[in-house]
């Protein structure tokens, strides 16, 4: 069973860092492309970062200077480095999973991450 696994948030006071982790059990071939997204309270949730299993890692518009994605050496795992966070950015930060460049269908539980003012 494939399932994403999210860990390393907390709550940071404001123009702090975090780095999530997420390690993905039961799937650690390369065709697996990795994702970050977020629920802030009130809202839907977004999309924040990507890695696909072939080419570029990249950001949302909205966090493109402050986050980065990244894969780990193994082919399983994912980061997500959180800079110079403001309040704006607290939210359940959720890992995803597809098959190549199907839909993300693998969730995990979310990691909540709070920026303080």
């Known amino acids: 069973q494939v399932q994403p696994v999210e860990s390393g948030g907390g709550t940071v006071h404001l123009g702090g860092s975090l780095r999530l982790s997420c390690v993905v059990s039961?799937?650690?071939?390369?065709?697996?492309?990795m994702a970050w997204f977020r629920q802030a309270p009130g809202k839907e949730r977004e999309f924040v970062a990507a890695a696909p299993s072939n080419g570029r890692p990249y950001v949302d518009d909205a966090v493109k200077g402050r986050f980065t994605i990244s894969r780990g050496n193994a082919k399983n795992v994912v980061y997500l480095q959180m800079d110079s966070l403001p309040p704006e950015d607290t939210a359940i930060y959720y890992c995803?999973?597809?098959?190549?460049?199907?839909?993300?269908?693998?969730w995990g539980q979310g990691t909540q991450v709070t920026v303080s003012s």
């Open positions: 995803a999973g597809a098959i190549g460049h199907g839909t993300f269908d693998y």
């Open positions: 039961g799937r650690t071939d390369s065709d697996f492309a």
